[in-house]
C-alpha cells in the first residue's frame, strides 16, 4: 500500500513540472509575439502575402 501512494505522488510532482515548464513555453512566446510593432506585423504580413500571391500554380493542371 506505501508504495502505490509513493508512485501517486511521483506522478502528481512530473504532472505539475509539466504544467509549469509549458507555462513557462506559452509565456515566453506570448512575449515574443508581442515584441512587434505594429509597423513590422504589418510589414511582415505584405511580404508573406507577396510570397504567397507570387508562387506560379502549376499543380492544378
Known amino acids: 500500500m506505501r508504495r502505490r501512494m509513493r508512485w ?3 506522478l502528481g510532482l512530473a ?3 509539466g504544467v509549469a515548464a509549458s507555462g513557462v513555453v ?3 512566446a506570448e512575449r515574443r509575439r508581442r515584441a512587434y510593432t505594429p ?3 504589418r510589414a ?3 511580404d508573406r502575402h507577396a ?3 507570387a508562387t506560379p ?3 492544378l493542371s
Open 8 to 10: 501517486w505522488k511521483v
Open 15 to 17: 504532472g505539475l513540472a
Open 26 to 28: 506559452i509565456a515566453r
Open 39 to 41: 509597423e513590422e506585423i
Open 44 to 46: 511582415r504580413l505584405r
Open 51 to 53: 510570397e504567397a500571391t
Open 57 to 59: 500554380r502549376d499543380d
